[in-house]
């Protein structure tokens, strides 16, 4: 049986399968099917595959060098779905972008520094830029550190993300409809991608507290099928068409906050809710916070630092916004950064099932 070198890291919140571009087959349809024989994909336990039977857990990383001056690699984000035979390219993933750097110089693609080093990551999904400066003493990547991020146990080293040209990154522009505030369905949304396509609802709206665990907000039906029809309309206007098979906008419902943090957040992925907010959905709400008059500035509490802390079920993110809102949707974003920690998992060879009839059609 023929095995693929294969580095498993938890990037974030999310654990993926990173491989280096050139140890993939170049033609798309041959790709993903590799990638659902490794996973495990289509079956709802992945069990004869490496994923986690999880969206979150049935992701890939495809990295190389890149040929854009501005950036030192390219980093495609793949989707693996966990019960059936897709690989969407439809989103970046900010967690797994978190293992990009270390990867990339684990791997030869760029040197590294004495003391801290920054890879220029070019996001193919978006054609978005982001760096990532971790610690590299000695030249070696340090994995440990004092950095505690919400959803994962212990501390590792902490990795600074610093992202430029994520505005519109799937839609076109910040605010797709051109509107601050939309009303789909009788109910106010914002539609807005600073990275994430994401419409933003106030929980409160929908029937809901917005303080609910995943578990019991999966399990309303009802709340269910409101969403997936607020979806399928605002789909429509932030000009991504049909989105009944796409895994965006991510839908996430809105609440005054719990705790010290600005904004309390359930976010949709687009189907299971998610048990924390991923890095360019919470840079996507967080901006939504600093646009006065938008739902997510109407139920936030602004924090004397400064910092956008986004609640969630496991805790909360802290993203660092700053923009120019010049009324007529106009918006100027000056900076948008993120702090995460990622971990090498396993670093060898993996080897995916033999093809079947079932991971023919990809399409």
């Known amino acids: 049986m023929r095995g693929i070198a294969c580095t ?95 990867f990339a110089v684990e791997h030869g693609l760029v040197p590294a520094d004495s003391e801290h080093t920054s890879v220029r990551i070019r996001m193919v999904n978006s054609d978005g830029f982001a760096t990532a400066t971790f610690p590299t003493p000695g030249g070696q990547v340090d994995h440990a550190g004092s950095c505690e991020i919400a959803g994962v146990p212990g501390a590792a080293a902490p990795i600074s993300i610093a992202f430029s040209g994520t505005a519109g990154s799937t839609c076109g522009t910040l605010l797709p409809t051109g509107r601050v505030v939309d009303t789909v369905d009788g109910v106010d949304v914002t539609c807005i991608d600073n990275g994430m396509p994401t419409v933003v609802i106030a929980a409160a709206d929908l029937g809901v507290s917005g303080h609910e665990s995943p578990a019991d907000l999966e399990a309303d039906t009802d709340l269910a099928d409101r969403l997936a029809h607020i979806r399928s309309q605002a789909g429509k206007l932030m000009g991504l068409g049909d989105v009944s098979t796409t895994t965006v906008p991510k839908m996430t419902l809105v609440a005054a906050p719990l705790g010290d943090g600005t904004l309390d957040t359930r976010t949709f992925i687009p189907v299971r809710c998610h048990t924390a907010i991923g890095v360019l959905g919470a840079l996507t709400v967080g901006t939504a916070v600093r646009i006065p008059g938008s739902v997510a500035d109407r139920l936030s509490r602004h924090r004397d630092d400064g910092v956008v802390r986004i609640e969630h079920p496991t805790g909360y993110f802290d993203v660092d916004i700053d923009l120019t809102y010049t009324g007529d949707a106009g918006v100027d974003i000056r900076r948008a950064a993120v702090i995460r920690t990622a971990r090498t998992l396993f670093d060898g060879t993996v080897y995916p099932r033999p093809a079947g009839p079932h991971t023919e059609d990809n399409s």
């Open 8 to 102: 498993w890291i938890r990037g974030g919140t999310s654990k993926g399968a990173f491989f280096l571009a050139a140890d993939l087959p170049s033609d798309l349809r041959e790709r993903d099917d590799l990638l659902l024989r490794v996973m495990g994909s289509p079956d709802p336990r992945q069990i004869d595959g490496i994923g986690g039977a999880h969206p979150l857990t049935s992701k890939v990383a495809v990295i190389g060098p890149s040929d854009d001056p501005r950036a030192d690699v390219d980093y495609l984000f793949l989707q693996v779905a966990v019960d059936q035979a897709l690989v969407s390219s439809a989103q970046n993933c900010g967690n797994i972008l978190a293992g990009v750097g270390p």
